[in-house]
């Protein structure tokens, strides 16, 4: 049950690739990540995103190329991968006939925790979940669905953690209560892979961003080095009216609805930066 | 990997059990078919239906000769439940989670299947309650009924792992369930209902070389107090055939779907 401590990159992934019948969905995809961070790998629908994550999950065999997890391989040590790894999968993967600490309970159990109805307590409360607790999953808001899903996937506290796609779908309100879950995530030495089509979600969260596009990446670097491979910015004057996201955010004000236990309460204009439509 | 099985089995049986305790309905509606034939072949169909004992055929007296095939068109119904839970965890993201975790591979299987080894003897328990009311009765003692229920255990596994395999594999809700009404059409066609002495050629055939009327005709000696005789060792190894190899082919499908 212990978490072994592995020396090297906790993710690194070379030369995937993987085909489903003439779908030749990863061309030969490497990247590593580092301990601690926040990666993100930006693409579109059928960039083969997911496929990565599947892969790394032990979730899918790679046709050719190798991954590790942990310092494990995915295809010859699932076990120690999955004792390493969490996912959170596109759909969030809670049980809707359960109530909330049922959900976290039952995860509990299965990674064979000594006291899981104490770390489903202390979980709710981190989550702003006590209240909704007995109720069940089913009659939950999409954020608390998502909020659950991602507590599920704290649970034992796994060193690598796997995020696909976590705000598709998400009102704007629970999309930043997300966000600020990742961070925290992060700033306790997890390890965070995410998958997003959303740039800005990219750059709000990761240090390093790769682009998966149609089953290669692209480019990979930190935001800045990103954009020092592309042509300068040019200065340019522009009215900056407020984005649809900020006047949507400060009518419904939701201020302290989310990130309770944060207690940082990032305001919505703080959330939502400006950010400039060209190039 | 079987370090946890047992643990991780009883978890995850757990978990299903409450989804059943929480929609009653799925054991209600399991039994209501079943009592609905029943209700119907003894009370419309059967005085016209003669048993071949030369007195005609009272309506306790078809109660006990009907109840087997009923028993076991019970559990035929209630393993597309079983189908149609594992297809929901499919289409969830629950399934996936569970095998990105440290859980023992064949506990998610299995969890479902005790599981509606449960539901299906609670819905046995109702339609049996119906049948004693419309007038069964059985001399039958404590050995003869634990032989019915291992025999019932026995059929409701078999028919489960079948179930597994559309759960696994189906793109449609539909297609999930869909599979168990050949099975619950099967009884129709052996001695369930009336003798097989009164069918067409081809037909008796049939039906005299199903499980079916094998399974049924132990169950009607043993609650009769009769010997059941060959009949008990076809209808065993019908059942322990089927379930072993619809747990082999279950378990390949399981390993080609998740890798």
Known sequence: MSTHA?????????GLEKSYKDLHVLRGVDFEVERGSVFALLGSNGAGKTTVVKILATLLKADAGTARVNGFDVAAQAGDVRESISLTGQFAAVDEILTGRENLVLVGRLRHLPSPGAVADDLLARFSLTGAAGRRVATYSGGMRRRLDIAMSLIGDPPVIFLDEPTTGLDPQARIEV?????????????????????????QLAERIAILHRGRILVNGTLAELKKQFPPARVEYVEKQPALEEIFLSLTGDD???????????????????????? | MNTNFLG??????GRSLRHIARSPDTIITTAVMPVAFMLLFVYVFGGAIDLGS???????????????????????SGIAYTAFRLFQDMQGGIFERFQSMPVARSSVLWAHVLTSLVANLVSLGIVVGVALLMGFRSGAGIGAWLAVTGLLVVFTLAL??????????????????????????LPFLSSAFVPTESMPGPVRWFAEHQPVTSIVNTIRDLLAQEPAGGDAWSALAWCVVTLVLFYALAMVVYRRRTG
């Open chain 1, 6 to 14: 592995v020396t090297g990159p906790p993710i690194s992934a070379k």
């Open chain 1, 179 to 203: 966000w600020e879950t990742v961070r925290g995530l992060a700033s306790n030495g997890t390890t965070v892979l995410l998958t997003t089509q959303y740039l800005e979600e990219a750059e």
């Open chain 1, 256 to 279: 302290d609805k989310h990130a309770a236990g944060t207690g940082t309460g990032t305001g919505p204009s703080a959330a939502a930066p400006a950010r400039k439509e060209h190039g």
């Open chain 2, 8 to 13: 991780d089995t009883a978890t995850l049986t």
């Open chain 2, 54 to 76: 030369g007195s005609g055929t009272g309506t306790a007296d078809y109660v006990n000769y009907l109840l087997p095939g009923i028993l076991l068109i019970t559990i035929a």
């Open chain 2, 160 to 185: 489960t792992w079948m179930a597994v395999i559309p759960g696994l594999t189906a793109k449609t809700v539909d297609g999930a369930s869909a599979f168990s009404y050949p099975l619950i059409f």
